[in-house]
């Protein structure tokens, strides 16, 4: 069974530019995450799909951060413009339905100069 | 807020011995904890969790142990081995609606051959 996909694994932006990740969570899994792990810290949501549909972004910063799941299958996640602060791993999780056992991807390595 | 604490960032251990990760919780809703583990350049994966119906669960040379009343936990390793060297992070959910699983901050592991 294959993983959770995200790409890119890494990328540089400088302030104030636009980037987008991708996800493509295993088969058949339901429940797609994003989140964001600062260094030093624990993975926080960002934002949880259900389907396609949005069950949880309370802590999506929304005047910057953006995501979509078209078709309830791969995800985008869009921050415009970005901030120094948004340096971080962005890890994109899939689960079967509302499981607490989340699969993780490798993430997405962002540095903002 | 961390309602999900991990004090010690970081372990050491000579292989074979016992390695002991601790966790404690302030959110008294928690009712299911995980222990996942992280490799660099990887995204967590799911080791081992445990119901607060129950105060033990062991998988191979694995074992958590949840003492509710003082809201702990902690993660055993016997005999622990050079692969086990890794990022453990600590993970609570409410298991309630959508089941947000919150994320303690780590605890580095390094096993010494």
């Known amino acids: 069974e294959a993983g959770v996909a995200q790409s890119p694994r890494y990328k540089i932006i400088e302030k104030r530019q636009s980037v987008a990740f991708w996800c493509n969570p295993i088969?058949?899994?339901?429940?797609l995450y994003w989140y964001q792990q600062i260094l030093g810290q624990g993975p926080k949501l960002l934002i949880q799909?259900?389907?396609?549909?949005?069950?949880?972004d309370s802590q999506l910063p929304k005047d910057r951060f953006s995501a979509e799941r078209l078709k309830g299958v791969d995800s985008t996640l869009k921050i415009q413009p970005a901030k120094l602060e948004d340096s971080a791993v962005y890890l994109c999780?899939?689960?079967?339905?509302?499981?607490?056992?989340?699969?993780f991807g490798a993430g997405t390595r962002l540095s903002v100069l | 807020d961390q309602q999900v604490k991990q004090n010690s960032p970081s372990l050491s251990v000579q292989e074979g011995r016992i390695s002991i990760l601790n966790c404690d919780y302030t959110?008294?809703?928690?009712?299911?904890f995980l222990w996942y583990k992280k490799y660099p350049a990887e995204g967590p994966t799911f080791l081992i969790s445990?119901?607060?119906?129950?105060d033990k669960n062991e998988d191979g040379r694995f074992t958590v142990f949840l003492n509710k009343s003082a809201k702990h936990l902690s993660l055993h390793i016997v005999p622990s081995q050079p692969g086990d060297s890794a990022v453990y992070f600590c993970?609570?959910?409410?298991?309630?609606?959508?089941?947000?699983?919150?994320f303690g901050t780590g605890t580095k592991l390094q096993v010494i051959p």
């Open positions: 445990i119901s607060s119906i129950k």
């Open positions: 088969s058949g899994h339901a429940t």
């Open positions: 999780a899939s689960s079967r339905g509302a499981d607490t056992v989340r699969y």
């Open positions: 993970a609570a959910s409410d298991r309630g609606g959508y089941q947000k699983v919150t």
């Open positions: 959110n008294s809703m928690f009712d299911y």
């Open positions: 799909f259900q389907n396609n549909g949005v069950v949880d």
